[in-house]
């Protein structure tokens, strides 16, 4: 079954306090990618990731980092998190190649009050 | 870099009416970027509705139907007859080579609401 899974789906935290969002795929796909969702402005980049170790930042990296220390894990690293990084994150993989389907995960809403 | 414009944010449409979703695009690389569609129900991941990475080709999938049209570099979605089922947020998206890999790039989303 293809699948990526993001955990947690809802997350509340304070301003200042540190967030990790997970997420995993079960098809072995080389990249994976963090996006994150605001009204009005669809999907932006955060972090793209080749493959294990080989991290590229997207369009709009300031305020976040990434892990990825196996090809099926990617986390995402909020340290100090603030108000305006309040949205809904998604998680994606693909095979890698132009032309393939990029597979999402069904969200985490992070708010941060 | 590159960009996807999508100019609706949210349509109206009466069921059996038929639908149109604008999207243009203007892709970096020398080439041409392959074209796709996504689309997100309500509490669901986005997924994939249609591709088409060919320019002047179709591509279609429950109903719906996007032609690759380089010229105006455009990727249009069109539908005869919407269903109340196909109320959700539509993507147009493009795919393009960057300094690492391939990436893809979204739109702003369409939302659809059909009307019973």
């Known amino acids: 079954d293809m699948k990526v899974t993001q955990m947690p789906r809802y997350l509340i935290k304070r301003m200042g306090e540190n967030v990790l969002l997970e997420c995993g795929q079960d098809?072995?796909?080389?990249?994976m990618y963090w996006y994150r969702q605001d009204p009005g402005l669809g999907l932006q980049l955060i972090y793209i990731?080749?493959?294990?170790?080989?991290?590229s930042e997207g369009d709009i990296p300031k305020g976040y980092r990434v892990s990825r220390k196996k090809r099926e894990h990617f986390s995402l690293i909020l340290d100090s998190a603030k108000t305006n990084q309040t949205s809904v994150y998604f998680c994606?993989?693909?095979?890698?190649?132009?032309?393939?389907?990029?597979?999402f995960g069904k969200g985490t809403r992070l708010t941060v009050v | 870099g590159d960009s996807v414009t999508q100019t609706e944010g949210q349509v109206t449409v009466s069921e059996s009416k038929s639908l149109i979703i604008n999207c243009t695009y203007s892709?970096?690389?020398?080439?041409?970027?392959?074209l796709f569609w996504y689309v997100r129900y309500p509490g669901e991941g986005l997924q994939l509705l249609l591709k088409?990475?060919?320019?002047?080709q179709k591509g279609s999938s429950r109903g719906f139907e996007a032609t690759y049209n380089k010229e105006a570099t455009s990727f249009h979605l069109q539908k005869a007859s919407v269903q109340e089922s196909d109320s959700a947020v539509y993507y147009c998206?493009?795919?393009?080579?960057?300094?690492?890999?391939?990436?893809?790039?979204f739109g702003t989303g369409t939302s659809l609401l059909v009307d019973p």
């Open positions: 994606a993989s693909s095979s890698g190649t132009a032309n393939t389907e990029v597979f």
């Open positions: 098809m072995s796909h080389e990249t």
């Open positions: 990731s080749y493959d294990v170790d080989s991290n």
């Open positions: 892709a970096t690389s020398i080439g041409y970027p392959n």
């Open positions: 088409v990475i060919t320019a002047g």
């Open positions: 998206a493009l795919s393009d080579r960057g300094n690492m890999g391939y990436k893809l790039t």
